[in-house]
């Protein structure tokens, strides 16, 4: 895992659950037919315009729902991290088990308009915008969830200790 | 320090003699259990790769959301998890026909049970705590990694103790209306564990409890428990466990926030689309309002007094031309104890539509989705946009009573005048 990681920002808002992020329709298709489908219901179109290295930030209660592994959609259509005022407890695991970097950080999602450019430090748990130069502290990942993003996530991790051939 | 029964079920399962808010601990868990989204939906985890398993005696795979099989796909999900079940000796496996939505099933067949650490993949396995257990959903990946090592990581969290007193003073005011207020007026409880204490926990049923523990996951919270009563004593007796290991709270535990109701002044609520923490209203703010479809039913509220209750409101009466009321049980049990009281007899008299025990509609999957432009007022757990069916859709959640008073107006109705005089 990139400790700090620069990207072009895409701002969303509260309450993006995990039937938006990772919709029914993306059940029961193909893992690259999947990501086109994310937030298909809430914002049309946005797939396709994302780039690798992007950064998503939103407001609270992101990721808020269901098990479904949301968090790997975001990674596997190519960004780089995501931070929010607050992320839904379920989520967060997912995030790390899956590999992609989250940060909470209360207040990120009034710092940047879309299309800022971001500098997170993981590590830190600092976000700060480029453009205003505003910089904010969240919570930092702990020693253990760092390494397992850094492993690539839990099936990197299973597949290393014997668990999966 | 004192510790909360959040605190006490996590430190008991890593061998520590304390736990507080921001420890992050290893735990062995005790039993671990997936249904059949799990081995149905693509790209999460490549389970069929996996050599060996903990201990297979702690695993529970079960199908529910899509049962009998609505597509091909979810034909193949099924027939994936009987070839896993099978190739690791998963012996505690419940295939269609002896099923139940996960949360019921838990309980029904005892795997929920007092101070117990249970981990399931789905989001709503807080309601386990029900049963005074500490549960909470993970999603695939670590579901496979607790199925393989049998342990896990877990940061403790800080606690919010609902203090109840009093009880409901009308029939038609559950738990679910107790949850509605709950998110309404405090918001969510992200990151939190939440626990609840005072002597109106005796006042409630264990559905009700369960109705309550199930929709703290619409909160956030991490786990959500209630104490082990003389109600919930005599329930575990009458399912059969002999010991129990139950946790109770110390007087000393330290607190987030500590917060009392009053459950004599709730009334009936609702949650208003797409969302629910800060976005529910007394029924009485709303009525009125258009429906075209109704559902009764889910780990929240398909319980059989749910829909003896609803039962008892439609009874000779008919649902209003134009609605749609949908009742789904929550297990092959509740089906069978509904049919034998009656109950179901009386709601297809009254128009209702019975299905199989599942998760249904509630998720998006089957057996009652929205088109365009329309508007379910339901029991299950969630509202999001387009979860169940068209994103121009709009599903607003309420207890069964209101669900059932509603079915008979067309719109949404205050339930308290239909079952008191």
């Given amino acids: 895992m990139n400790v700090k990681i620069k990207g072009r920002v895409w701002v969303f808002g509260d309450e993006i659950n995990t039937d938006l992020i990772f919709p029914h329709s993306a059940f029961r298709v193909p893992p690259e037919e999947q990501v086109k489908l994310v937030f298909s219901d809430n914002r049309p179109g946005w797939s396709s315009l994302v780039k690798p290295g992007d950064i998503l930030i939103a407001g609270k209660n992101f990721g808020t729902g269901s098990s479904r592994p949301g968090a790997v959609l975001l990674r596997r259509l190519g960004l780089a991290c995501m931070a929010a005022d607050s992320i839904n407890g379920l989520f967060y695991r997912n995030a790390i088990s899956y590999g992609f970097p989250a940060l909470q950080c209360p207040g990120v999602s009034k710092m940047f308009e879309e299309g800022d450019t971001a500098e997170i430090d993981m590590l830190e748990g600092t976000v700060t915008n480029l453009r205003t130069g505003e910089t904010r502290v969240g919570n930092k990942l702990s020693k253990l969830m760092a390494e397992i993003i850094s492993a690539g996530g839990i099936e990197e991790l299973l597949i290393q200790e014997g668990y999966m051939d | ?421």
């Fill in chain 2, 1 to 421: 320090m004192g510790m909360t029964m959040s605190e006490k079920i996590l430190a008991r399962h890593a061998g520590v003699p304390s736990a507080s808010a921001g420890d992050i601990l290893t735990c062995q868990v005790d039993v671990a259990v997936c249904h059949d989204m799990f081995f149905t939906v693509a790209g999460q985890i490549d389970f069929e790769r996996v050599n060996k398993i903990a201990d297979p005696d702690k695993c529970v795979v079960l199908l529910d959301h899509a049962v009998p099989a609505p597509t091909a796909k979810d034909a193949l999900g099924a027939v994936k998890a009987r070839a896993f079940v099978k190739k690791h000796g998963i012996k505690n496996f419940y295939d269609v026909g002896e099923h139940a939505v996960i949360h019921q099933l838990l309980v029904e067949k005892g795997f929920a049970a007092p101070g117990r650490l249970i981990a399931a993949g789905d989001s709503h396995t807080c309601a386990a705590g029900a049963m005074n257990a500490a549960a909470r959903g993970f999603g695939p990946a670590e579901m496979m990694y607790i199925w393989c090592k049998g342990e896990t990581w877990y940061q403790v969290s800080p606690t919010i103790l609902y203090n109840l007193h009093g009880s409901f003073t009308s029939q038609a005011v559950t738990g679910k209306d107790l949850f509605l207020y709950i998110a309404g007026v405090y918001g969510d409880a992200t990151n939190m564990n939440v626990e609840f204490g005072g002597e109106g926990v005796g006042n409630m049923t264990i559905p009700q409890r369960q109705s309550v523990a199930t929709m703290c996951a619409e909160i956030n919270a991490e786990f959500a428990i209630f104490p082990c009563d003389n109600v919930l004593r005599e329930f575990l007796e009458s399912r059969g466990d002999q010991s129990v290991n139950a946790v109770d709270p110390d007087p000393d535990a330290v607190y987030y926030d500590i917060r009392d109701i009053d459950l004599s002044s709730l009334m009936p609520y609702v949650a208003l689309p797409h969302y629910i923490p800060n976005n529910c209203c007394p029924v009485a703010d709303v009525e009125g309002t258009e429906i075209h479809q109704v559902l009764v039913g889910s780990c929240s509220n398909g319980r059989l007094e749910d829909i003896a209750l609803v039962a008892s409101i439609v009874k000779g009466k008919r649902v209003a031309r134009g609605v749609r009321f949908i009742v789904t049980p929550a297990s092959q049990k509740i089906y069978l104890e509904a049919l034998k009281e009656g109950y179901l007899e009386t709601l297809v008299e009254a128009g209702a539509v019975v299905t199989n025990a599942t998760c249904g509609a509630c998720y998006g999957g089957h057996m009652g989705l929205l088109g365009p432009g329309e508007r379910c007022l339901s029991t299950t757990t969630r509202n999001f946009k387009a979860r169940m069916g068209d994103a121009d859709s709009e599903v607003m959640l309420c207890a069964p009573a209101t669900a059932a008073a509603s079915a008979l107006t067309g719109r949404i109705t205050d339930p308290r005048e239909f079952l008191e005089g």
